[in-house]
Protein backbone atom coordinates (compact mmCIF):
# COMPACT_ATOMS: atom_id res chain seq x y z
CA UNK A 1 0.00 0.00 0.00
CA UNK A 2 1.22 3.26 -0.81
CA UNK A 3 2.33 5.39 2.43
CA UNK A 4 3.54 8.80 0.79
CA UNK A 5 0.05 10.07 0.86
CA UNK A 6 -1.30 13.58 2.34
CA UNK A 7 -2.80 13.30 5.56
CA UNK A 8 -6.20 15.02 4.39
CA UNK A 9 -6.00 12.82 1.08
CA UNK A 10 -5.88 9.49 3.42
CA UNK A 11 -8.44 10.45 5.78
CA UNK A 12 -10.58 11.19 2.48
CA UNK A 13 -10.42 7.89 1.24
CA UNK A 14 -9.33 5.79 3.86
CA UNK A 15 -10.97 2.35 3.79
CA UNK A 16 -10.20 -1.04 4.65
CA UNK A 17 -9.54 -4.17 2.96
CA UNK A 18 -11.63 -7.38 3.18
CA UNK A 19 -9.57 -9.88 5.00
CA UNK A 20 -9.64 -12.37 1.93
CA UNK A 21 -7.78 -10.47 0.30
CA UNK A 22 -5.01 -9.90 3.11
CA UNK A 23 -1.65 -11.96 2.44
CA UNK A 24 1.58 -12.23 2.95
CA UNK A 25 3.96 -10.14 3.85
CA UNK A 26 2.72 -9.15 6.99
CA UNK A 27 4.87 -6.43 8.81
CA UNK A 28 8.56 -6.96 10.70
CA UNK A 29 9.30 -6.50 14.41
CA UNK A 30 10.25 -3.13 14.21
CA UNK A 31 7.74 -2.03 11.79
CA UNK A 32 5.09 -4.00 14.14
CA UNK A 33 6.17 -2.18 17.33
CA UNK A 34 5.93 1.11 15.72
CA UNK A 35 2.04 0.11 14.88
CA UNK A 36 1.67 -1.31 18.29
CA UNK A 37 3.36 2.26 19.74
CA UNK A 38 1.34 4.08 17.10
CA UNK A 39 -2.23 2.31 18.40
CA UNK A 40 -1.68 3.30 21.91
CA UNK A 41 -1.77 6.44 21.39
CA UNK A 42 -5.45 7.52 21.76
CA UNK A 43 -7.56 9.76 24.26
CA UNK A 44 -7.42 8.02 27.37
CA UNK A 45 -9.71 9.92 30.19
CA UNK A 46 -7.56 9.19 33.72
CA UNK A 47 -4.67 7.80 31.31
CA UNK A 48 -5.81 3.95 32.60
CA UNK A 49 -4.63 2.63 29.45
CA UNK A 50 -7.49 0.55 29.61
CA UNK A 51 -6.45 -2.08 26.81
CA UNK A 52 -3.57 -4.37 26.07
CA UNK A 53 -2.80 -6.69 23.02
CA UNK A 54 -1.98 -9.93 22.41
CA UNK A 55 -0.18 -10.67 18.84
CA UNK A 56 -1.06 -14.06 17.19
CA UNK A 57 1.54 -14.55 13.91
CA UNK A 58 3.11 -17.60 12.95
CA UNK A 59 2.37 -21.15 14.00
CA UNK A 60 0.01 -20.49 16.47
CA UNK A 61 -2.59 -19.08 14.24
CA UNK A 62 -2.82 -22.66 12.80
CA UNK A 63 -3.28 -24.69 16.30
CA UNK A 64 -5.57 -21.25 17.36
CA UNK A 65 -7.37 -22.43 14.06
CA UNK A 66 -7.87 -26.11 15.38
CA UNK A 67 -8.97 -25.01 18.34
CA UNK A 68 -11.62 -23.03 16.91
CA UNK A 69 -12.87 -25.98 14.78
CA UNK A 70 -12.90 -28.03 18.08
CA UNK A 71 -15.50 -25.70 19.92
CA UNK A 72 -17.44 -25.12 16.93
CA UNK A 73 -17.42 -29.20 16.49
CA UNK A 74 -18.66 -29.55 19.69
CA UNK A 75 -21.55 -27.11 19.26
CA UNK A 76 -22.23 -28.32 15.42
CA UNK A 77 -21.11 -31.76 15.43
CA UNK A 78 -22.29 -31.80 11.39
CA UNK A 79 -20.41 -29.03 10.51
CA UNK A 80 -19.96 -28.70 6.59
CA UNK A 81 -16.10 -29.35 5.03
CA UNK A 82 -16.05 -25.59 3.98
CA UNK A 83 -17.04 -23.98 7.16
CA UNK A 84 -14.58 -26.61 9.19
CA UNK A 85 -12.18 -25.43 6.52
CA UNK A 86 -13.15 -21.58 7.78
CA UNK A 87 -12.57 -22.53 10.85
CA UNK A 88 -9.37 -23.62 10.51
CA UNK A 89 -8.27 -20.73 8.23
CA UNK A 90 -9.94 -17.71 11.04
CA UNK A 91 -6.27 -16.93 12.02
CA UNK A 92 -4.13 -17.60 9.34
CA UNK A 93 -6.24 -15.40 6.57
CA UNK A 94 -3.55 -12.52 7.58
CA UNK A 95 -0.26 -12.98 8.39
CA UNK A 96 -0.78 -11.47 11.56
CA UNK A 97 -3.89 -10.73 14.08
CA UNK A 98 -3.64 -8.34 17.09
CA UNK A 99 -6.47 -8.38 19.51
CA UNK A 100 -6.92 -5.04 20.89
CA UNK A 101 -8.19 -6.24 24.47
CA UNK A 102 -10.66 -3.92 26.37
CA UNK A 103 -9.95 -3.90 29.78
CA UNK A 104 -12.06 -1.97 30.85
CA UNK A 105 -13.40 -1.85 34.30
CA UNK A 106 -15.64 0.16 36.49
CA UNK A 107 -13.67 3.56 38.48
CA UNK A 108 -14.04 5.94 40.89
CA UNK A 109 -13.95 8.42 38.76
CA UNK A 110 -13.95 7.53 35.13
CA UNK A 111 -17.11 5.89 33.69
CA UNK A 112 -16.36 2.48 31.83
CA UNK A 113 -18.21 3.56 28.54
CA UNK A 114 -14.97 6.15 28.55
CA UNK A 115 -12.73 3.66 28.94
CA UNK A 116 -14.71 0.88 26.00
CA UNK A 117 -14.51 4.08 23.70
CA UNK A 118 -10.62 4.25 24.05
CA UNK A 119 -10.06 0.60 22.58
CA UNK A 120 -12.53 1.26 20.03
CA UNK A 121 -10.15 4.64 19.01
CA UNK A 122 -6.80 1.91 19.12
CA UNK A 123 -8.52 -0.30 16.97
CA UNK A 124 -9.08 2.31 14.55
CA UNK A 125 -5.77 4.00 15.13
CA UNK A 126 -4.32 0.41 14.57
CA UNK A 127 -5.09 -0.11 11.01
CA UNK A 128 -4.12 3.60 10.27
CA UNK A 129 -1.25 2.71 11.49
CA UNK A 130 -0.70 -0.18 9.69
CA UNK A 131 -1.72 1.55 6.36
CA UNK A 132 0.87 3.82 7.75
CA UNK A 133 3.74 1.37 7.26
CA UNK A 134 2.56 0.41 3.85
CA UNK A 135 -0.10 -2.58 4.67
CA UNK A 136 -4.04 -3.07 4.99
CA UNK A 137 -6.06 -4.13 7.56
CA UNK A 138 -9.39 -5.23 8.53
CA UNK A 139 -11.06 -4.54 12.15
CA UNK A 140 -13.11 -8.13 13.27
CA UNK A 141 -14.55 -9.66 16.08
CA UNK A 142 -16.56 -12.79 14.69
CA UNK A 143 -17.74 -15.39 16.89
CA UNK A 144 -14.67 -15.92 18.71
CA UNK A 145 -14.60 -12.76 20.39
CA UNK A 146 -17.54 -13.71 22.32
CA UNK A 147 -17.21 -16.99 22.81
CA UNK A 148 -16.07 -17.63 26.40
CA UNK A 149 -14.03 -21.19 25.65
CA UNK A 150 -12.48 -19.01 22.37
CA UNK A 151 -11.54 -16.43 24.92
CA UNK A 152 -9.58 -18.44 27.06
CA UNK A 153 -7.79 -20.09 24.19
CA UNK A 154 -6.99 -16.82 22.97
CA UNK A 155 -5.63 -15.30 26.15
CA UNK A 156 -7.65 -13.68 27.09
CA UNK A 157 -8.61 -12.93 30.77
CA UNK A 158 -12.17 -13.34 33.16
CA UNK A 159 -13.75 -9.68 32.84
CA UNK A 160 -11.64 -8.39 29.69
CA UNK A 161 -13.39 -8.13 26.10
CA UNK A 162 -12.01 -8.07 22.58
CA UNK A 163 -12.63 -4.88 21.23
CA UNK A 164 -11.44 -5.88 17.54
CA UNK A 165 -9.12 -8.70 15.97
CA UNK A 166 -7.32 -7.20 13.64
CA UNK A 167 -6.08 -8.66 10.62
CA UNK A 168 -2.94 -7.14 8.95
CA UNK A 169 -1.11 -7.83 6.20
CA UNK A 170 -0.43 -6.68 2.47
CA UNK A 171 -2.57 -6.64 -1.32
CA UNK A 172 -2.78 -6.51 -4.38
CA UNK A 173 -6.14 -6.36 -4.63
CA UNK A 174 -7.47 -2.40 -5.02
CA UNK A 175 -10.06 -2.61 -2.72
CA UNK A 176 -13.30 -0.41 -3.94
CA UNK A 177 -14.73 1.40 -1.44
CA UNK A 178 -18.01 1.10 0.21
CA UNK A 179 -21.39 3.30 0.36
CA UNK A 180 -20.58 5.89 3.27
CA UNK A 181 -23.35 8.25 4.88
CA UNK A 182 -23.97 11.48 3.40
CA UNK A 183 -23.25 14.32 5.68
CA UNK A 184 -26.58 15.08 5.80
CA UNK A 185 -28.09 12.16 6.88
CA UNK A 186 -25.73 12.56 10.45
CA UNK A 187 -24.53 15.64 11.24
CA UNK A 188 -27.13 18.21 12.87
CA UNK A 189 -26.26 22.34 13.40
CA UNK A 190 -27.53 23.02 16.56
CA UNK A 191 -28.96 26.49 17.36
CA UNK A 192 -29.60 28.76 14.00
CA UNK A 193 -26.64 26.35 12.43
CA UNK A 194 -24.48 29.69 11.87
CA UNK A 195 -20.61 29.91 12.38
C1 LIG B 1 -16.24 -3.67 16.23
C2 LIG B 1 -16.27 -4.15 14.80
C3 LIG B 1 -16.34 -5.51 14.54
C4 LIG B 1 -16.40 -5.98 13.23
N1 LIG B 1 -16.48 -7.32 13.01
C5 LIG B 1 -16.65 -7.77 11.76
C6 LIG B 1 -16.80 -9.16 11.53
O1 LIG B 1 -16.77 -9.97 12.45
N2 LIG B 1 -17.01 -9.57 10.25
C7 LIG B 1 -17.07 -8.68 9.20
O2 LIG B 1 -17.28 -9.10 8.07
N3 LIG B 1 -16.89 -7.36 9.40
C8 LIG B 1 -16.69 -6.89 10.65
N4 LIG B 1 -16.52 -5.56 10.87
C9 LIG B 1 -16.54 -4.65 9.72
C10 LIG B 1 -15.21 -4.63 8.99
O3 LIG B 1 -14.21 -4.04 9.79
C11 LIG B 1 -15.42 -3.84 7.70
O4 LIG B 1 -14.50 -4.30 6.78
C12 LIG B 1 -15.33 -2.35 7.92
O5 LIG B 1 -16.57 -1.89 8.41
C13 LIG B 1 -14.94 -1.61 6.68
O6 LIG B 1 -14.99 -0.22 6.94
P1 LIG B 1 -13.86 0.79 6.46
O7 LIG B 1 -13.58 0.47 5.02
O8 LIG B 1 -14.45 2.14 6.67
O9 LIG B 1 -12.65 0.60 7.34
C14 LIG B 1 -16.40 -5.05 12.15
C15 LIG B 1 -16.31 -3.68 12.42
C16 LIG B 1 -16.25 -3.23 13.72
C17 LIG B 1 -16.16 -1.74 13.98
Excluded at 10 to 39: C, F, M, N, W
Aim: hydrophobic fraction near 40%; proline fraction near 7%; aromatic fraction near 8%.
Amino acid sequence: MQNDVKLTDYLRDRHSTPVAQIKEPGPSQEELESILASSARVPDHGKLAPWRFIVYRGAVRESLGLEFLKIALQDNPDLADPAQEAERARFTRAPLVVAVVSTAAPHAKIPEWEQVLSAGAVCLNMLMAANAQGYVANWRSEWIAYDGRALTILGVREGEKVAGFIHIGSTDFPTPDRPRPQLSDIVTYAGDGQA
